[in-house]
């Protein structure tokens, strides 16, 4: 058996010259499979007295996959040839690649393979546009490929990518059987064609002539082998398939795929002068750019403003962290009454609710924080398949879009993700149709498309960036409420923190207006602007990113400083913050009182702590507040080890005071505790084992805020320093990995 | 409720549930992160979580599946080049069988994977899934890739009618509720009918177990949705029968006899000393039900919502119902279902005129006993929606068990019996 694949530009006459081999062959008695791979699904018309067959994509579209035979999609024609067609989607939507990649798998599950065909003849479209439409060409597919074309440059110019197209797949094999010339009738059209072929080291098998049997035959719905038996065309397809016959046994040549590059196509097949071509292309480099003065007027608004809100991995090309669309889902899904839908498979959307869920059950066992209602609810997802991936998933969308505002749900955000942003879901259209529909429910797309807009963090700016649109700039400013932005969505102490912050606030007389976006509500949100001040959760690169956004949405006031961690961050956040509403009184009053109790427990714990020498290893880069409580313990901090981190840059007021080592590792870690005779190393995954007699603590990715968080670390190191070096459960691991 | 995880999270955690494989992820780093994540609690292979011992290029910070972090110029231009060195990369660490999955954007780019496998010489040692199936249900990206696995290593058969004594359990995933306690209860209950369990496909298994697959009397399928296509293949393949017992799973005291006897007979063993057990364990507890009954009037009475896979479902319904008097007040089964098994549940609960609670599983609405995916179970008893919460399915609810736990077998009605009657005694 072998396998052919014919391939050309599209409207070149493949699918004519394929039926007709596939005719030929059939009448030498060859058993021939001819599969169309093109979704104009019209390859094998002429083989089946021009009516079209039902396609192998739209089969496995309506059939579920337990009910498939291959009965249903194989079709007998002229002199038994065996036809298939592919199909593909409509023109503008879906993935025709991913269509050919399914047809091939639905062929090969269903036993194409045990029907045992003397020649498979594959009629692929174009050139080699994407993967997909290179699988015939792979090497388990197509044993010869053979290469239609014209004299006309475009044709030629598609053969060459044709061949740089089998280059990728396999550059050492020789695959290509040659050149087929389709004539066009142009004048010196076989020269060029024989140029072309010398050039690239490839015989014309063969050149039909341009003639009118073709358009007759095709009316009659024939091929010319069948309604023209004695014609010349006839006689050169027999020649064509004893050419195919020679090459499965054997005895005619195969060639390796040499393309030309784009300078050497223009050259020897447009004719291009060499010299002056080489010219042109010295010459371009002094060519002047075009430059365009923009009047002062218009400046403002030429800036790529969307330049402002990238975060520090898409900002610097670094390998991306997580993805945009998960990012963006972590934040609408905290709105409570909004629905997000997932247009995606059902991995994202699991993947999704997954952490979002698990940080909902660590909040409520850890910090006893019982979810709402709806936390936890408000995703659902459209369950991209394969269907979808080919034809376009914007029927499921807007089943799902409907079904939403059925049930109710007057804000609706839908999050994309990889698989619907690269087969280019028009999502506009599906959010303009039902909304037709359901004119009271806003729609708001936000389209990340997976990681095609970046990272994780990235997400969660676009997230905020598409929701601060709903703010209603028309309201006014209260005195004494406060937007809470940008708080952690996935932690387990999100609230707890939250709680923390509220009483703090009351303390003051300060209300919270809108968490941005915590437990908020869409009307939280349109009131926004009733606030007169904005604190920012956490002053980290996303952190940043977003307060950016809403400064450049509002214009807003912001607090200086993020959320407080320890008793000298809480006092001095307190008292700023206090003063700002004119509240120093009540603030100074909180205070005495915390700094009583947070002194007395100082000296409780100096006796055991004060003295030891200590070691910080930490991703994160937040550390003063424990730095704060090393100092005010009389401990001595011999050195801050700091781990290369994507998301933040180190701020603190140590500066130039305290040793620090940046790009920390492990090992530098080991050898500073063999050599700097270290009581407790502080790291945020501390090491299993210590055979060092160094006591070892966790730093919290996420430490509670407040004025405590501190004295709770100190308290444990109190209580560690009594305990053992390695408890007895380390050394049941010692051959572990 | 969770959304629960599609084919492509079981194609990995076919992989995965290998010891001796890697699965190498070509897809962004959003995909990886998860299933690393999920890998690594199902089946711990590594003492610590520190990034720093995991540095190198396509780990990011995490030990199981590496990937190649996809990103934008790699969905237009493939993903030849990094292919390339993630393949030499994790191919140089041991020789641990290689499985390459393409995420779902990456199996829209059509990367030709056998091709990079074969220029890396990497073809006796390593393949490719292109396509894991994405939206259908977790466990047909499980078979699949199973299927794929042990066609891939060309298993020489053997004649299963010479074989006595061994069998392979089939079915079990990574994705399984304590898949090694459920494992380890059905290899007890088989020692006893002196029956010897071969390979567990595919949870916690070795290439060489893999191997020597082939040369047992019978497939033993414990999960239908996850093992019966795999059974049916060894079937095709090399002749190998395979056992399904009617009831379903081994859940419950019934299944679970029915479960041992199905396996007898087959065996031409007696299954005498097995029964004897579990017998013996139903009069052991018969006073503690009946003081607690005798007290309260309970369980009878207590209502229940279960939402698992159909083969868990049906024969603990059935149970609950029969065994101890509980009133099913929501059943729901989990994508993936044989539907054979769900006409059984529908015609079981119309019998017991209870037809409305099919399909009505509701995570909202106070009940006694709750039995569905962790996440689930976890935030109804957080919310005190419930006065039991029993995990029979995934994702995890994250508890740490120490003592081995599972709801299959003998120990595993005991087991259930225990979280049942406790969580009775408990106010909601």
Known sequence: MIQIAIYGKGGIGKSTISANISAALGDKGKRVLQVGCDPKHDSTRLLLEGEPIPTVLAYIRDTFPEQRKLDDILFQGYANVVCVEAGGPEPGVGCAGRGILSTFKVLEDLGIDRIPFDVKLYDVLGDVVCGGFAVPIRKEYADAVYIVTSGEYMALYAANNILRGICNFDNTSSRVAGIIHNSRGMEHENEKVRIFADSVGLPVITSIPRTEIFAEAEKEGSTVIQRYPRSVPAFLFNQLADHIEQISNGTASLFSANPLTNEEMEIIVLGRDQDLHQNKRHSSSNKKSFHYEIPKIKQGFSVNKKSHFFTKNVKNKQPLQGCSFAGAVTVTSRITDALTIVHGPRSCAHIASHFLNNSLLNASSRYGIIPSGTEGKTLVSTDMDDKSFIFGGLDNLILCLEEACMKGWYTIFIVTTCPSGLIGDNIEHAVSRVEQKFPHTNIIPIEVDGNLAGDFSQGLVEGYKVISNIIDSSIKAEDCLVNIIGEKTLSDNLNSNFIIIKELLDSIGVRVNCRFLSTTTVNDIRNFRRASLNILAHNDDSGMVLKKLIDSKTGMEFFGLPFPIGFNETAEWLELLAERFDMEAEAWKLIEKQKRLYYKEIEDLRPVLKGKRVLISSFCLNLDWIIDMLMDLGMELVKVGLIASSYDDFRTKYIGILPMEYDYTAEKRQIDIETLNLDLVLSNYPPIMSNDGVHHDAIPFSPDVGFSSGLVMARRWGMIMRLPVVEGWKRDGVDCS | ?428
């Open chain 2, 1 to 428: 409720m969770t959304l629960t995880a599609d084919a492509f999270t079981g194609s990995l955690l076919a992989v995965e549930g290998i010891t001796d494989a890697i699965v190498l992820l070509n897809g962004p780093t959003g995909c990886k992160f998860y299933h690393s994540h999920i890998s690594d609690c199902q089946y711990q292979r590594a003492s610590s979580f520190d990034p720093l011992g995991f540095t190198e290029e396509f780990y990011f910070g995490q030990p199981r599946v590496p990937c190649t972090y996809l990103e934008g110029e790699d969905y237009i231009a493939g993903s030849t080049e990094k292919l390339r060195r993630i393949l030499s990369s994790i191919a140089s660490k041991n020789d641990d069988l290689l499985v390459v999955v393409n995420s779902p954007g990456a199996s829209l780019i059509g990367d030709d994977l056998k091709q990079f496998i074969d220029s890396a010489n990497l073809s006796k040692r390593c393949l490719a899934i292109e396509n894991a199936g994405y939206s259908s249900p977790v466990c047909e990206g499980f078979e699949q890739t199973v299927i794929e696995i042990l066609k891939w290593m060309d298993l020489e058969g053997k004649n299963s009618s010479s074989i006595t004594g061994k069998v392979n359990l089939v079915g079990i995933s990574l994705y399984n509720s304590n898949w090694d306690s459920t494992a380890d209860e059905l290899r007890r209950i088989l020692s006893f009918l002196n029956i010897d369990v071969e390979t567990v496909l595919c949870a916690g298994t070795s290439i060489e177990e893999l191997q020597i697959s082939t040369s047992v009397a019978c497939n033993i399928v414990v999960f239908p949705e996850y093992g019966l296509k795999i059974a049916k293949w060894y079937e095709e393949q090399f002749g190998i029968p395979y056992i399904l017992s009617p009831m379903g799973a081994p859940v419950g005291y019934d299944a679970t006899e029915m479960w041992i006897k199905s396996v007898a007979s087959f065996m031409s063993v007696d299954p005498s000393q097995a029964i004897e057990i579990l017998r013996k364990e139903r009069k052991r507890n018969y006073h503690k039900t009946s003081r607690f009954h005798s007290l309260t009037g309970l369980p009878k009475g207590a209502t229940f919502a279960i939402n698992g896979d159909s083969s868990v479902v049906l024969p603990l319904t059935k149970w609950l119902y029969e065994y101890l008097g509980m009133a099913p007040v929501g059943v729901s089964t989990l994508p993936g279902g044989c539907s054979e098994t769900e006409t059984q549940i529908i015609d079981f609960l119309g019998k017991i005129g209870f037809s409305d609670s099919w399909k009505s599983f509701n995570d909202g609405e106070q009940v006694d006993v709750v039995l569905s995916d962790g996440h689930t179970i976890k935030m109804m008893h957080e919310k005190r929606l419930c006065r039991a919460a029993i995990e029979i399915a995934m994702p995890s609810s994250g508890y740490i068990n120490f003592l081995p736990r599972t709801y299959v077998g003998v120990n595993g009605a005991l087991f259930l019996l225990e979280e049942i009657f406790n969580g009775l005694r408990r106010m909601p």
